[in-house]
T-cell receptor, first 112, second 113 residues
Framework: GDSVTQMEGPVTLSEEAFLTINCTYT??????LFWYVQYPGEGLQLLLK?????DKGSNKGFEATYRKETTSFHLEKGSVQVSDSAVYFC???????????FGTGTSLTVIP | ETGVTQTPRHLVMGMTNKKSLKCEQH?????MYWYKQSAKKPLELMFV???????ENNSVPSRFSPECPNSSHLFLHLHTLQPEDSALYLC????????????FGPGTRLTVL
């Protein structure tokens, strides 16, 4: 079935370190891919998205490229900050029906 | 400000209680969703409403009963819940059912004793 698999956490990094959170997907169609972020005590916020192969989504220094050949959408940031500490969710959306599939989330803690 | 609000933020209830969760979106969207977020598990889509009509019900037990009186409000009525129903319940909305970006509320943390 359709699903998303992302690397398990928790991930702990020092400030200014490079971040990669892996995400791979399985889908029968041509999904849109998303990264959502959840800060403590809050709901999920859209971080970035890509709607077709080779698209790159970017926001707030984060990037992810839609790789159809490897069915991946890895999240990267060159220099993390303490304020990036949150849980990150990879998700895909298949149409019709607007069915979302989320990964289990990866907790990131950035220490000064 | 996400534009989607949920009340209450925290709820503790016994298995025999009846309670309701409320979601309100201020974005002018036409589709609304309920998700369940449990530890170590992917978000589970529970219900989908489009233009106040239910379009998705993912095999959710009948002890959960949704209601969508208008496009801005969504309720989740709870009765005779089980301890394993303890979770974070998230509401989301999107402009249209076919729009691929959803906006989430902060969630209601539910504990069933």
């Amino acid at each position: 079935g359709d699903s998303v698999t992302q690397m398990e956490g928790p991930v702990t990094l020092s400030e200014e370190a490079f971040l990669t959170i892996n995400c791979t997907y399985t889908a029968t169609g041509y999904p849109s891919l998303f990264w959502y972020v959840q800060y403590p005590g809050e709901g999920l916020q859209l971080l970035l998205k890509a709607t077709k192969a080779d698209d790159k989504g970017s926001n707030k220094g984060f990037e992810a490229t839609y790789r159809k050949e490897t069915t991946s959408f890895h999240l990267e940031k060159g220099s993390v900050q303490v304020s990036d500490s949150a849980v990150y969710f990879c998700a895909l959306n298949l149409r019709p029906g607007n069915q979302f599939y989320f990964g289990t989330g990866t907790s990131l803690t950035v220490i000064p | 400000e996400t534009g989607v609000t949920q009340t209450p933020r925290h709820l503790v209830m016994g298995m025999t209680n009846k309670k309701s969760l409320k979601c309100e979106q201020h974005l002018g969207h036409n589709a609304m969703y309920w998700y369940k977020q449990s530890a170590k598990k992917p978000l589970e889509l529970m219900f989908v409403y489009s233009l106040e009509e239910r379009v998705e019900n993912n095999s959710v037990p009948s002890r959960f009963s949704p209601e969508c009186p208008n496009s801005s409000h969504l309720f989740l009525h709870l009765h005779t819940l089980q301890p394993e129903d303890s979770a974070l319940y998230l509401c989301a909305s999107s402009q249209l059912l076919a729009t691929d970006t959803q906006y989430f509320g902060p969630g209601t943390r539910l504990t069933v004793l």
